[in-house]
């Protein structure tokens, strides 16, 4: 007995002394800063509901790992893996009061922009927090501060730090460079009037990292006018933006005065993600090395400017349960100072393999995918496919004689593997894929070069393929490839509005000829066929996920913008009816949509849209009248007719019809 009450009181003390430290532990946190609006914030623990309306900080809470408590974003941060499951409160400019008081934050992370944010919540339980980025310094005191808050230190100086040698290397890199042959580098941003950034601006310090020469205005702000006699006097060699200023340089690029600057000459007007442009945060110094090997690829091509020597800097093993495959892994290495991956399989003895790249191959003992970051992208173009080959086959140790591989801009680290197994028949199908710039629809979209492969896979099984085996799998892959992009809605990066993609443009496959029973056919009323297509068709849609944050449920924001629609973009610009800004119709259409009953329609219009471009769909006047409905119960009122609001000129007729419905509804409520 007494040994028993001896156990219990040390239980007790056990259970007492845990709940103690655990108390102290929660009673030990403290953070106190002053964010850049100049208030003094004190956590006594760390946030649980976070609400993001800025999406540096959204991207920051998702390297660190801290996403879990984040409870709504913006739309514009609904591409990061992982956000799907994230509500939206609406558009960074004009998000939602109501869907965020909805979630019941505790924290809100908001920027000076948005001042109803802090009129609305100030005063209340919710903690404001703005934090503003204007030097690739105030981003890294960002992310430490975000380690502090969410209890993640480690994990934010592994991504500073990570951020710091990459603008390392590019600096000592570009010091090589003599002054004379500097590029001058101008950031475009908006039109009437041009606008590119100011002296002071992060976007110009990020292009003075990246070995340019930005303009100097003697204008400071995120975003200065520049005039046209300040645009030829700079003169700029590369002009860069990205997607969205697309339209603003085709606007106005062909004027005179504004075409007489060498970069239009010359045709080096660039494009790249506006996540990677609009802000400095976890990615800054990937976009400062994509910019700075864009500007000096004849320089970074030169194996003698290199800081660091080819080779193997870490590899990770994959498992491939197949008794041909003696080993599979996916080695990191340094080519051209830059991180390249590559996914190699080694087999036990020679077998045929059927490339799509290279045709058939006998003899082959090594099969590859290899993935060249877009800071190789620029060096790669200017050696050439075979050049680059023998550089990847010479670093990672494998002979180009007996080696198959591909190529891809996909990132390795997002590499999906799928195994299907049906009685004594399994499956292998490795998959990278990416859909962002180079997705066509075939038979609609023009060709006119060639680039590293976005959608690669290759098949592996434990049966012996014949020939005609391995030839017909490539064909079983391709439709389920092709089928995969068409039940994401993944769209034609040339004609997005029309067209859903069909791949994109450099896939590629390899069918490896595998031992084991005999197999003569591999088409679709077979049952390996029906193995295959499954694996491809499951690892393209989770490599797209992967890669480009893409999945079946996405916002509607996210798939108007997959047709290059911005709700901005669709009110006309003349619009300015009864009082009604631009701005706040734009801003009262978002709130709309934000409801799952319109922006459901608006779903529905896009599905419609595509059928009615093909020619399965030749009636409208139903659809019609249901855009009047819409329009009519979103205002409460009987309209008389549909006017034309839409600001875009080239939006097939259902969309231009669904989108006027809305934006007709939400005017005449405003009125």
């Not at 208030?39 to 660190?64: G, M, W, Y």
């Not at 922006?599 to 659809?623: N, R, Y």
Request: aromatic share 8%; proline share 4%.
């Amino acid at each position: 007995m007494r040994l028993k009450i001896t156990v219990a009181r040390w239980i007790f003390l056990l259970i007492g002394f845990s709940l103690l430290f655990g108390r102290v532990s929660a009673f030990s946190y403290s953070v106190q800063f002053t964010d850049s609006s100049g208030n003094t914030i004190t956590l006594k623990q760390p946030p649980v509901r976070v609400v993001s309306l800025v999406p540096a900080i959204t991207e920051i809470l998702f390297a660190i790992g801290a996403q879990d408590a984040l409870q709504g974003t913006t739309y514009h941060s609904s591409y990061l893996p992982g956000a799907h499951n994230k509500a939206v409160v609406g558009g960074f400019f004009s998000p939602s009061m109501d869907h965020i008081r909805k979630l019941a934050p505790d924290v809100i992370f908001y920027a000076q922009l948005q001042q109803d944010v802090k009129q609305q919540f100030s005063g209340g339980t919710c903690r404001l927090i703005n934090l503003e980025t204007r030097s690739i310094a105030d981003s890294f005191r960002n992310i430490r501060l975000m380690g502090e808050i969410f209890n993640r230190e480690k994990q934010t100086e592994a991504v500073v730090s990570a951020v710091q040698k990459e603008l390392a290397l590019i600096a000592q890199k570009t010091a090589k460079i003599p002054p004379d042959k500097k590029k001058r580098v101008l950031r475009l941003m908006g039109l009437d009037p041009v606008m590119t950034p100011g002296d002071d601006s992060f976007q110009n310090e990020m292009i003075r990292a990246a070995g340019g020469i930005p303009p100097q205005l003697n204008k400071d702000g995120e975003i200065v006018a520049i005039t046209e006699s300040e645009w030829r006097a700079f003169n700029p060699q590369i002009i860069y933006g990205c997607g969205g200023d697309r339209k603003t340089a085709e606007t106005f690029l062909g004027r005179p005065g504004w075409q007489d600057v060498e970069a239009v000459k010359t045709g080096r007007i660039l494009y790249f993600p506006c996540d990677l442009t609009c802000r400095a945060a976890t990615h800054t110094g990937y976009f400062v090395s994509w910019l700075s090997s864009t500007l000096y690829g004849d320089e970074f091509s030169d194996p003698a400017e290199q800081v660091y020597p080819d080779g193997i800097v870490r590899s990770r093993t994959l498992t491939i349960d197949l008794p041909y495959v003696k080993h599979t892994r996916v080695a990191t290495s340094r080519i051209y100072d830059f991180l390249n991956k590559t996914l190699v399989i080694d087999f036990v003895t020679p077998l045929s393999v059927v490339s799509t790249l290279e045709g058939f191959r006998p003899g082959i003992e090594t099969v590859g995918n290899h993935y060249a970051p877009p800071t190789c992208w620029g060096i790669w173009h200017h050696l050439g496919l075979e050049k680059v080959r023998k550089r990847v086959f010479q670093v990672t140790g494998v002979s180009e004689n007996t080696a198959s591989f591909l190529f891809t801009g996909a990132d390795m680290d997002h590499l999906s593997v799928k195994r299907k197994q049906y009685k004594a028949m399994t499956v292998y199908a490795l998959v990278t894929a990416g859909v962002k710039s180079n997705a066509v629809r075939m038979s609609k979209d023009k060709g006119g070069y060639y680039e590293l492969g976005t959608i690669n896979a290759i098949l592996l099984t434990n049966m012996k393929l014949s020939n005609r085996a391995m030839s017909r799998a490539v064909i079983s892959a391709t439709e389920a490839k092709t089928a995969a992009l068409m039940d994401m809605d993944i769209r034609s990066s040339y004609s997005p509005q029309y067209h859903r993609a069909t791949g994109t443009g450099t896939d590629n496959i390899i069918v490896v000829q595998g031992t084991g029973i005999s197999v003569d056919n591999t088409g679709g009323h077979t049952k390996l066929g029906e193995l295959i297509a499954a694996a491809v068709y499951e690892g393209v849609q989770e490599a797209v996920y992967k890669q480009n944050g893409l999945e079946f449920r996405r916002n509607i924001f996210k798939r108007l913008e997959e047709r290059n629609i911005s709700v901005y973009g669709l009110v006309s610009e003349g619009f300015c009816e009864c009082g009604i800004s631009r701005n706040a119709l734009a801003a009262a259409v978002e709130e709309i949509l934000l409801d799952p009953r319109y922006s459901s329609f608006v779903a529905t219009a896009l599905v419609l849209s595509d059928d009615h471009q093909k020619g399965l769909v030749t009636d409208l006047g139903l659809f019609k009248g249901w855009c009047k409905n819409v329009a009519e119960e979103i205002a409460g009122k009987e309209i008389s007719d549909l006017k034309d609001r839409i600001g875009i000129n080239t939006l097939p007729p259902v969309m231009k019809l669904a989108l006027n419905g809305i934006i007709n509804g939400v005017f005449h409520r405003m009125k």
